[in-house]
């Protein structure tokens, strides 16, 4: 049988390192990273003076700490 989860994980989103990811390696659960670019906040595409659309979640979640989550 495969067992696996996802996760957010990025430079950003730290977390599953401390939380989840020891666990996982105990239990032998694979890990899926998601977001791995940060919604391309990494992607080298951006500035730190990047504009984005008045509707765009990366507004408010510039820094990614609404999504710091396991």
């Known amino acids: 049988m495969l ?3 996802k996760s957010f994980f990025n430079l950003f ?13 105990v239990q032998g659960v694979g890990i ?8 391309r906040l990494l992607s080298g595409k951006f500035k730190a003076n990047s504009q984005f ?6 507004n408010f979640n510039r820094d990614g700490k609404a999504f710091n989550i396991v």
Do not use: F, G, I, T
């Open 3 to 5: 067992v696996h989860c």
């Open 13 to 25: 989103l730290q977390k599953p390192l401390e939380a989840l990811y020891p666990q996982a390696k």
């Open 32 to 39: 899926l990273v998601r977001v791995p670019l940060a919604s």
């Open 53 to 58: 659309e008045s509707d765009d979640y990366r």
